[in-house]
């Protein structure tokens, strides 16, 4: 941690500090300039996290060098995370894709979509049954009977399946149906959930909330692991920023980043980043090239009738182009497609 | 509603549009340009909002006229909303301030805390209990001993408490302790604690979301409303932007843009807006003159030690000079204290 | 200057930086904690911003500490610097109000609004003779035949006129013809043209960049100073966001930031910032209340006819009705009106 | 143009509105529902954008679905543009490397650089003689000599050299040594340099602005093709978002929608956008997979003596990693280098 005073801070305020850190347990190095004095702190993370020293006169700003999570870094854990769940893998070289529509409509748009995202070769399927709509007025899913639907689909195409975990009182229904949970971009700082799921036994997807930094993402991350399941997965989906041509803006330089800062799987949802579907298979190919380990995708038999994201959904003749489209990218670095041997 | 079609589609797919806008019941009008065909939707806010007409051929965009909200709308209640607790009140020119500790830490810290803001005018009593953290190693609050200590404070002073309702799971408990429960910004689009607070009998103040649009917070508040619970007071607690001096930005436009879409009282959070004391100050007297209905301010009675948001934190006799500071703006436009009388 | 080593960098890689700040002039000062070390750098403005150690092997994070900017900052200069031009004035407790059409478009349009904007007590007069518009293919502007009535305009009421130059080549025609010169926002660090100002002895009116940081904003008008040239007006118009209710968002955290930052005078453009007439209004009160030098406000005679920005555009009534709806903000703090007494 | 009424506008206003824009020579089309009506507007896209219909009584919102841009549209030029210089071509499935310092800062930093990237494969040389910089005690580029040594780059190693023309004073200076002019992102939205660069025989290099849209883009590319010069590039180099972990965000996205909606060649600068070294590689890549006709990459003989950029700068052998790294990227769907055959 770094403590910056103001400047001409007095000196009874900067051994006011230091006398603070002291108590608390921590070094304090002082570097005296004419106008300046920083002081650099030296401490457990625990410490240094707990410490508010921005309330203290003269100081002007605290920066905190120690990272806010542990668990998740690179540095605690230098090898690449492999989830595997069924047999499909993610991670250390294995490509995941997780296809499936929006939200799961009947039985027959759900198994039709299954059939037809397996024969093109994705990995996992999703599909949603808990829906978290802007207005209440929107369709809000088709509940525990969609849980029922996609298990039965999974069970049918023997792909893994991945559904969005809603409330935190519905975890463990979910899990009786689902092999990996979601936790959607609104629900990333829901940390009672986060708190929940990390005493699960499923892996975790976890996706990058509409305006949470790097950093917030893998706090959120540290959450789950700090409670026990290590399997979490990392999801960009997009940022909120001041262009609307598209529906939020893809980071894929944060996927980039992640894969530097964390050991754990990243994946790209090029559907929900972009909101349009003429640039799921470009952006899908760009996630890939940036060190993407898998991508989710939304598929939909008839689009036009879609209940939500239709815009973006591919057909299943849209999702088996897009896959032969990114096959070059999925072999870059030696990577290989993350399936049952 | 209105389809934008793409420049120069076909008369085939224009055609389908419109078909499928009959079935759906509502009504289209063609406006037919030489190279774009713009169609014009009448019909129901439901039916509307649950069309998902983006995914169409030959559709390039859709703009929903009507607002996804209607409980929360001028249109559907004129007149202002009041809500009153144990006497204080909000909205309709009674001017609220919610004052006290970011975290409840210890009995001591509170109820000097709370008999400070009392002999200041404060009319709530605020103070976190259960606090949500990014990091998983930082101070989460003193849990049920908070919420205790809170209720009696409120006892003591009088004051009505607010507190933030963290994990749907302790609703109920939370309201056994408080008389008004706040919904915290990163749980703006929790849609199923929405739906809970709906049925409850408690005033909610919901606070908008770090990146959250004016639309989607009153989207928002509608979850609650057509729940049944019609006491919601909004807040403005910054937005999520490229600027760093301050911790976000406070967006008083908002404020008054409200204040003329819904007939909900306002309030403005500049503590946590700015994340810095001096600026606390001048952002409560802008927020009033830009037409909030209240002020929550965050007041420690020793901010350097305080274990969350020292830095924003008041003193006691900081509070003091807020309060008189802002008197000449509290009395704008024929308002007045919502004190009991 | 502060510069963050990765963690366990080597003792190597930390000398080296520590050889680099010593030959370029600065002081290195240690702290070496068991994970990170951390090198406080004292030493000139100009050195340290001449210094790009961030390129350096083992280096993870370069933080400036001392302010890029000098002679706009209250350090540097305590008191109030105050623009007087033709008897009206600014800052120190004088307040302005720039009032007038968005473009000059007639002799009877800018005529009849500068004589009412005078009549309701504006203190200058504002009109674009140059437009910076998105589009090739909007309106212009009317040039320099614009200036030459934006002149007489100022001549016939007496108030000093305000208009943008947008090409640095026509700075000194535009002098000619104007009291306070304008930089745009999207001109704001066209630093060519504010050096070229800098050596001009007109005042300036500098307004925010759509994405530019308070840091920029103060560092743009720096470069004005620098040149010899200290009476610059800071003006905040909105910055770019998620939010598109409103145009921009007005950041009036930045109002009250720099009034502590800078001895310069800040004024508030709610009219660009919000586009939308009913918002302007509430958001002139709101930005004098956070501590705004003053206001420029868009006021056309018929707006529905403007050229421009008529929806933001106040009529000759809605300006008089704005004016005495200010005027007890005006007075908070012991300020006046800027005029000439 | 939509011309969105309010809710329950009355008949006056709405006819009102139809006056006018017959009187502009504007056809208007009725969709008159229970509680709104909407106006679809037909005329031409010049008229259209002179009109400014959100200043009339009773209108909510217009919405200009004709785009502001006209040449630089693949509507009007199906075909990609193909912009040839000095032999090396970039558009239409040849790809570019622009490659070289920031700054240029000797002969012997310039050359060395220079002949290095030209070894790795380099299409094209790029180096700064005029720098923008944020602080006015930065270094600001060496000028004309700086011009004059990157000539001799040009002419030793037969590459093209783009540099930037910060100065529109000095655009014809800048043309008599440079191949290809850039307009630096700060200068986007100059619209009177756009305008001199539009009468120029040079190709242009047009970067977006931090915070402009992919639309503003297009319409800043819109006025240099009015003036008659169609050799226009346009380049993603980071917008600015509240990420802060990188520089900016790099928006992909952006580069795949603007290779549909443009025929210009767009290329991607991961240099400037990620700030960092290590994320050039991965975002050159990803940047070539969504479709991106070329790179510009900073590229240092001594990043860490660097005068400016250095934390983002590639030593020569990075780079020469970074060119064999993209080899495979660069020939997806049988692209090609664009060098002189």
């Keep these: 941690m770094l403590v910056i005073m103001r400047d001409h801070a007095s000196k009874q305020e900067v051994d006011h500090v230091v006398t603070r850190l002291h108590e608390a347990g921590a070094e304090a190095h002082l570097s005296d300039g004419e106008v300046k004095t920083i002081i650099g702190v030296i401490g457990d993370r625990e410490v240094i996290y707990s410490l508010d020293m921005e309330g203290m006169p003269g100081v002007e700003q605290v920066i905190r060098v120690l990272k806010p999570y542990k668990l998740v870094s690179r540095d605690f854990q230098p090898e690449d995370t492999v989830v595997t769940v069924k047999g499909s893998s993610i991670g250390g070289g294995a490509i995941a894709v997780m296809a499936g529509p929006c939200s799961i409509e009947s039985e027959e748009q759900l198994m039709r979509t299954a059939e037809a995202v397996k024969a093109s070769g994705a990995t996992m399927l999703r599909g949603g049954a808990y829906k978290p709509r802007t207005s209440p007025y929107a369709f809000q899913g088709m509940g525990e009977e969609g ?14 399946v991945v559904t969005e975990v809603l409330d935190v009182r519905d975890a463990e229904k979910v899990a009786g149906y689902a092999d990996v949970l979601q936790v959607g971009a609104r629900n990333m700082q829901n940390f009672m959930m986060l708190e929940e799921l990390g005493k699960m036994q499923r892996p975790i997807l976890l996706k990058r909330g509409l305006s949470a930094t790097i950093e917030e993402l893998l706090s959120a991350a540290e959450y789950i692991l700090k409670g026990g399941n290590r399997d979490v997965i990392l999801c960009e989906r997009g940022i909120r920023t001041f262009e609307t041509y598209t ?15 964390t050991h754990l799987p990243v994946i790209a949802d090029p559907s929900h980043a ?32 879609a209940r939500c994201d239709g815009p973006q959904s591919l057909t299943p003749d849209g999702f088996a182009r897009l896959m032969s489209d990114i096959e070059p990218l999925v072999h870059l670095d030696g990577n290989r497609w993350g399936l049952p041997s």
Excluded: W
């Excluded at 529906?247 to 800062?261: F, G, M, S, Y």
């Design 274 to 305: 972009t909101g349009r579907r003429d640039l799921v298979a470009p952006m899908c190919r760009a996630a890939l090239a940036s060190g993407a380990d898998g991508l989710m995708v939304e598929v939909h038999i008839d689009p036009e009738h």
């Design 247 to 261: 529906r939020n803006t893809l980071d894929l330089a944060a996927v980039a980043a992640l894969k530097q800062l």
């Design 147 to 160: 849980l029922r639907l996609l298990a039965e689909a999974g069970r049918v195409t023997g792909l893994p």
